[in-house]
């Protein structure tokens, strides 16, 4: 087994079909079909299911896959760091965020890495916590945002700050009668309709969390994994949020939202900055790991965002 031949495994793999990994690597079929055998052999299994169709993976071809990715991952990560023992940092870095946080960040982490590390290739990503956790185990993400931290998880990662969590309506009337003073005690919010992540997203889980230690039950009437939606939901009328300021951030999907702080309880979070335990950071990662950070303590030391650095 070598390197080229699990590059050329994994093409066949996310593509389907060995003529599609073909037309993708420029290699020729044959030569992509002897590798595929080679690799058969020599684990004693079968890799993949072959129909007019096309390939699908069989249960030890996923299993391939997941190591694959890794080694190749590691591979790639081995020639980037020792390229970057020169002067200016060299390679690819995948960097992951949650979508609470991509408005205040994406744009100027990829300003500054272009300015800073002009040799390095950066790919910014969105989803949710908890997919960015597992994209770390996986390979496929280098450094990622999490909330809250993990531990025991293979991961190593470190509190940066915490956040606060905001009621938001569409204007100042749809919080009369619920805030004062700019505060809203969170047992006022049992009349309102909200409109809220799914049960698997770690919000909504900590608001209903919060919820019951208040003593109320909160009437979520639309559930959508999508903050942009949830936003333009509130717009309309639909009901109610509660998110943090760095997810209520002004956009160019519309006007800001009337919000008011949510008390009795105070609803926070953790931000952390992770990565993988068992794979150390290349000297690109570090240094885009490095300007994230530093673009997070600037906005969290502005007071807008009401997060407290750590």
């Known amino acids: 087994m070598d390197l080229r031949q699990l590059r050329y495994f994994l093409a066949v793999a996310e593509h389907g079909s060995i003529l599609k990994a073909s037309q993708a ?16 052999e020599e684990f004693g299994v079968v890799l993949f299911e072959r ?9 030890e071809g996923q ?16 020639r980037e760091s020792l390229r970057s023992r020169s002067d200016s940092p060299v390679g690819r870095v995948t960097f992951a965020i949650p979508t609470s946080l991509v408005t205040i960040l994406a744009v100027p982490l990829i300003e ?29 993400v280098d450094v990622g945002l999490l909330y809250g931290a993990q531990p025991n998880s293979g991961i190593d990662s470190t509190k940066l700050l915490t956040e606060e969590l905001y009621l938001a309506g569409r204007d100042e009337a749809s919080l009369a009668g619920i805030a004062e003073s700019g505060d809203a005690p969170f047992h006022r919010l049992e009349p309102l309709k909200f409109v809220l992540p799914g049960r698997e997203h770690g919000l909504r889980s900590l608001v209903e969390q919060s919820a019951r230690r208040a003593g109320i039950s909160l009437n979520v009437t639309i559930e959508i994994d999508a903050f942009s939606q949830i936003k ?25 939202l009337s919000v008011a702080r949510i008390v009795e309880p105070v609803v926070e979070r953790s931000v952390h900055i992770a990565h993988a335990s068992n794979r150390p950071l290349t ?10 950070v530093g673009i997070l303590r600037e906005q969290a030391g502005s007071g807008w965002w009401r997060a407290k650095l750590w």
């Open 232 to 256: 333009r939901l509130v717009r309309r009328g639909a009901g109610h949020t509660i998110l943090s300021l760095a997810a209520l951030e002004s956009d160019e999907s519309g006007a800001a």
């Open 51 to 59: 129909s007019a169709r096309g390939v699908v993976a069989t249960s």
């Open 25 to 40: 690597l420029r290699v020729a079929q044959p030569s992509i079909s002897t590798h595929l055998r080679n690799l058969e």
């Open 63 to 78: 299993e391939l896959i997941r190591h694959a990715r890794l080694i190749l991952k590691s591979a790639d990560d081995a």
């Open 283 to 292: 000297r690109a990662a570090r240094e885009v790991e490095r300007i994230a």
């Open 112 to 140: 500054r890495t272009q300015v800073e590390l002009p040799n390095v290739t950066l790919r910014v990503v969105e989803s949710m916590s908890g997919y960015i956790a597992q994209w770390l185990l996986e390979g496929q």
